[in-house]
């Protein structure tokens, strides 16, 4: 009790110093505010709408998917998009462009230029009637928000602890809403809160919607061939460890299983080269037609995150009976129930987690009916859980109370 009240004391002598720091820093940047809030009266004309939304990248990531999901739900309200970090490619942009009008300034913010940019988009919108901003996984949203008039409605989305949430805190009571996408997720954020000493009111600005995807209208029988497709979609970021992806290969292969794995996504140099003739690298994959191809054509999904929120990958597996085998972290116990409708590894050592992938593997690949019978569970569970009119109707809710 004595270590958890002194954790509590630290984590809120922590809290209030970052938000003495954040003014000090407003403080500093105030002639960059003043500049660009000069600048900013000169692009009202061409940005005019009441929803406003500030995302980090265009770039092909799951969290980049659901944005396009979010806007594409409220594209009849003509809303606009800033983009405020260097994406790494074009990919999605397009399918922003679709739903809404876009402006990238990346090339142009740093932290120094960041108060510049606050003081633009805070004229912008704050010249527009009855405005709603919403943002995600940047700082600049973050730093915007002390200039943004009080009747203005501001809400952020947290896919995930373990990014930007202790950031975000230092904004709490700017706030009027925050959605999160799983419960473990939201249970993070409410201990976040009552370690730091934030008012047990703010509990009830948090929004729990969950994400979505199309599901086909009939499942599709996988082909009864002899060997096994696994596939993993994703990034090669630490979190991912998809190095641990080579090490099952390998082990698959030194045990003789007729699997074959493929990986989707920038992921070649997170494969030690030892490992890399076991695994086929698909690379980025933009045309969603071409990645329902490879679901669809694949029996088993592999994920080894040590830390998530509920991956769109899961979900895009699962609507195309694929079979996930994940480590337990993050929400995705909330969905994938072990021998139910995929399996859950324990996030244990690496060498253990690499082993009981395997022992899993092996036994799919010796048991086609448990095979099939986890497939049908899958895409039944997404079909139930995972519908997009329901996505749409609750952002709608969010945004404007209906």
Known sequence: MILRVGNINWQR???????????????????????????????????????????????????????????????????????????????????????????????????VFIYFWAGVLCTI??????????????????????YLKPQTCCIDLIHAFGGIENFSLLYVDRLDKRVVINKQTLRDMKDQYRLCGVAEKMNERIFLIENCVQIPEKIRRKNNESTLKILYVGRGTKEKRVNLIGKISHLCHQ?????????VGDVINSIDPQYRKYCTFLGEVVDENKLSEIYNSSEILLLVSSSEGFPLVIMEAMARSVVTISTDVGGISEHIHNGCNGFLIKNESEDLIVTNVCEVISELVSNEFL???????????????FNCKKFCSNYEKLFWGK
């Open 125 to 146: 919108i704050n010249n527009n009637e009855n405005s709603i901003v919403f943002g995600c996984n940047n700082r600049l949203f973050y730093k915007l928000l002390p």
């Open 13 to 111: 002598a922590l809290y209030k110093s970052r938000r003495y720091l954040d003014k000090f820093l407003q403080f500093i940047g105030v002639p960059l505010v003043l500049a660009g809030k000069f600048v900013g009266l000169f692009l009202i004309p061409y940005f005019r709408s009441q929803l406003f939304f500030v995302f980090p990248y265009y770039h092909i990531g799951g969290a980049e998917k659901v944005h396009i999901k979010i806007i594409s739900c409220l594209k009849e309200r003509n809303p606009i998009v800033f983009f405020t970090n260097k994406s790494k490619n074009s990919a999605l942009k397009q399918h922003f462009t679709q739903s809404a009008k876009t402006f990238d300034f990346s090339y142009f913010n740093n932290s």
């Open 371 to 385: 095979r099939n019978k986890i497939s049908l569970e899958a895409y039944e569970y997404a079909k139930a859980n």
């Open 255 to 263: 045990k003789e299983l007729p699997v074959e794995f493929f990986l």
